[in-house]
């Protein structure tokens, strides 16, 4: 027994759709209202914080900077330079 196949229709593509116009214009409408809820920091919390991640920032460098020249130190005393 074979099942037979019904003939395809011709399926609307979602931009062309209504619902999908709305759909858009929904997502937007609520992006901005999500975007409105979003509570901004002041201009002293923003420099505060700036200068925290640049300081750690600045520390992990020097760290991972220390490290680097260890290893490179450890090295070139391993392998001998010639």
């Known amino acids: 027994?074979?099942?037979q196949r019904k003939p395809s229709k011709a399926i609307p593509t979602?931009?062309?759709t209504p619902t999908a116009r709305?759909?858009?214009v929904a997502?937007?409408?609520d992006i901005w209202a999500e975007f409105k809820k979003v509570v901004w920091p002041t201009r002293q919390e923003t420099i505060r914080l700036t200068i925290i991640v640049i300081m750690i920032m600045t520390g992990l460098g020097l760290i991972l900077g220390g490290i680097d020249l260890a290893f490179t130190k450890l090295i070139g005393v391993i392998g001998g330079s010639s």
């Open 14 to 16: 979602p931009a062309s």
């Open 27 to 29: 997502f937007f409408t």
């Open 22 to 24: 709305k759909g858009v």
């Open 1 to 3: 027994m074979t099942a």
